[in-house]
C-alpha cells in the first residue's frame, strides 16, 4: 500500500541533543512538507521541499534542518538550537496536480528530557 | 496574528443530528480551503475542500459552504455520526502556495450516542 512512513513514532531526547525524524513515502510525489503540532494549536509549516535537493524555509524553520536527496525520503533534524522542540511532528506529501489533499504521516511524538 | 480562526474549542452533538463547525480567515488572498479530520496521535486526513469561486461544496454527509463577503466557512455534517468525533481542523491556502497550509487550531467534535 501506498503512503507516507514516518520514525520514531515516540522520541524521548535529552536537552542539547540533535535528533533526526525519518519521513518515506512511496507515493511518487513531487512535493514534501513538516508541519509542527503543539496541544490546542494548529499545525504550523517547518519546512517544505518541491524538488529533490532543494528545499524552503516554511513560517517557523529556526533550530531545524531538513535534507532532500531522494525523492522518497525528507528527513527533519531538530537541532539543540530548537527552544521549545517537545512536540508531535507530521509529515506530509502532495502529487505534482494539487487537489488540496496533503497525505500525512501517522506522526512523530518527540519529548525533550 | 491568527490568520485562520476556530474560535470553538470544542462541540458537542447528538448522534444523528447536525453538527456545524464554523471557520473564520483575515487574509482575502486565500483561494482554497480545506477541512481535515484528526484522531488522536495520528496524522489528519482530507475531507473536503472549496475553491474560492464556489459558495457551496457537497460530499456525502459533508457539505462546506463558503461566505467570503464575511470571509467565514462552515462545515455541516448531517446526520452525526459517532465515529466523527474527532478534532476539525479548518486551512486555508493562497494561490500557488499548494501544501504550504495556513491551519486554525481545531475544534474538538464530539457525537454523543
Known amino acids: 500500500d501506498g503512503g507516507i512512513t514516518q520514525s520514531p513514532k515516540y522520541l524521548f531526547r535529552k536537552e542539547g541533543q540533535n535528533v533526526t525524524l525519518s519521513c518515506e513515502q512511496n507515493?511518487?510525489?513531487?512535493?514534501m512538507y513538516w508541519y509542527r503540532q503543539d496541544p490546542g494549536q494548529g499545525l504550523r509549516l517547518i519546512y517544505y521541499?518541491?524538488?529533490?535537493?532543494?528545499?524552503q524555509k516554511g513560517d517557523i524553520a529556526e533550530g531545524y534542518s531538513v535534507s532532500r536527496e531522494k525523492k522518497e525520503s525528507f528527513p527533519l533534524t531538530v537541532t539543540s538550537a530548537q527552544k521549545n522542540p517537545t512536540a508531535f511532528y507530521l509529515c506530509?506529501?502532495?502529487?505534482?496536480?494539487?487537489?488540496?489533499?496533503?497525505?500525512f504521516g501517522e506522526g512523530s511524538r518527540l519529548t525533550v528530557l | 496574528d491568527q490568520q485562520v480562526k476556530q474560535n470553538s474549542p470544542s462541540l458537542s452533538v447528538q448522534e444523528g443530528r447536525i453538527s456545524i463547525l464554523n471557520c473564520d480567515y483575515t487574509?482575502?488572498?486565500?483561494?482554497?480551503f480545506l477541512w481535515y479530520k484528526k484522531y488522536p496521535a495520528e496524522g489528519p486526513t482530507f475531507l473536503i475542500s472549496?475553491?474560492?469561486?464556489?459558495d457551496k461544496n457537497e460530499d456525502g454527509r459533508f457539505t462546506v459552504f463558503l461566505n467570503k463577503s464575511a470571509k467565514h466557512l462552515s462545515l455541516h455534517i448531517v446526520p452525526s455520526q459517532p465515529g466523527d468525533s474527532a478534532v476539525y481542523f479548518c486551512?486555508?491556502?493562497?494561490?500557488?502556495?499548494?501544501?504550504?497550509?495556513?491551519f486554525g487550531k481545531g475544534t474538538k467534535l464530539s457525537v454523543k450516542p
Open positions: 506530509a506529501s502532495i502529487s505534482g496536480h494539487w487537489s488540496g489533499e496533503l497525505f
Open positions: 507515493l511518487n510525489h513531487d512535493a
Open positions: 521541499s518541491q524538488i529533490v535537493n532543494d528545499f
Open positions: 487574509n482575502s488572498m486565500f483561494d482554497y
Open positions: 472549496i475553491s474560492s469561486i464556489k
Open positions: 486551512a486555508a491556502s493562497g494561490a500557488g502556495s499548494q501544501g504550504n497550509l495556513i
